[in-house]
T-cell receptor, first 118, second 116 residues
Framework: DTGVSQDPRHKITKRGQNVTFRCDPI?????LYWYRQTLGQGPEFLTY????????KSRLLSDRFSAERPKGSFSTLEIQRTEQGDSAMYLC????????????????FGAGSRLTVL | AQTVTQSQPEMSVQEAETVTLSCTYD???????LFWYKQPPSRQMILVIR??????QNATENRFSVNFQKAAKSFSLKISDSQLGDAAMYFC?????????????FGKGTKLTVNP
């Protein structure tokens, strides 16, 4: 297993178009997270899944954004009717969460998908 | 809402020297986790070190150590014997330990340059 994979690495699109990003987590990880990182800022949380269930969504995730993890493995993040403000790096991360096991739930990040909206 | 502040946008250090990156945070929680992540130019975030708030002992990982001051809400990262490969963006992050939220709150980052 080579870690968290994201595809595509770079996407250039015109305003108003739809884009979809895919994330393949580490195979034994049951949690999957999406973050957005704009230039000069730290990553901002968007949403996370435990298996196929979407358990938390940020207010940053407007109605134009939708994320799925249909079989509890890979995930997709779709942005509809893209705007220039959507230009950012979209980071995916995964972790293996075990209830009743103490300690922080440590995330492994992918290299990200960079979106440029013209 | 929790916030994380990194007051040093950029830092530089000579190879083999020691550098300290600052981080402060604001929270009303008593139990939480703190992290330092490294983001090299390839953009993949890598966990450097983590600290559980209930532990008084400062975490260490080889050349990396933290100075955790809970009362002051300060969490600085010390890199000893700096190497060229340490050059990267460093992000401090916070996560609640209770309450179900898995959200990591990041600071804006510090860009570290290592001079040969």
């Amino acid at each position: 297993d080579t870690g968290v994979s994201q595809d595509p690495r770079h996407k250039i699109t015109k305003r108003g178009q739809n884009v979809t990003f895919r994330c393949d987590p580490i195979s034994e990880h049951n949690r999957l997270y999406w973050y957005r990182q704009t230039l000069g800022q730290g990553p901002e949380f968007l949403t996370y899944f435990q298996n196929e269930a979407q358990l938390e969504k940020s207010r940053l995730l407007s109605d134009r954004f939708s994320a799925e993890r249909p079989k509890g493995s890979f995930s997709t993040l779709e942005i509809q009717r893209t705007e220039q403000g959507d230009s950012a790096m979209y980071l995916c991360a995964s972790s293996h969460f075990q209830a009743l096991i103490s300690g922080a739930n440590v995330l492994t990040f992918g290299a990200g998908s960079r979106l440029t909206v013209l | 809402a929790q916030t994380v502040t990194q007051s040093q946008p950029e830092m530089s250090v000579q190879e083999a020297e020691t550098v300290t990156l600052s981080c402060t945070y604001d929270t009303s929680e008593s139990d939480y986790y703190l992290f330092w992540y490294k983001q090299p130019p390839s953009r993949q975030m890598i966990l450097v070190i983590r600290q559980e708030a209930y532990k008084q002992q400062n975490a260490t990982e080889n050349r990396f150590s933290v100075n955790f001051q809970k009362a002051a809400k300060s969490f600085s990262l010390k890199i000893s014997d700096s190497q060229l490969g340490d050059a990267a963006m460093y992000f401090c992050a916070y996560r609640r330990a209770q309450g179900g939220s898995e959200k990591l709150v990041f600071g804006k980052g510090t860009k570290l340059t290592v001079n040969p």
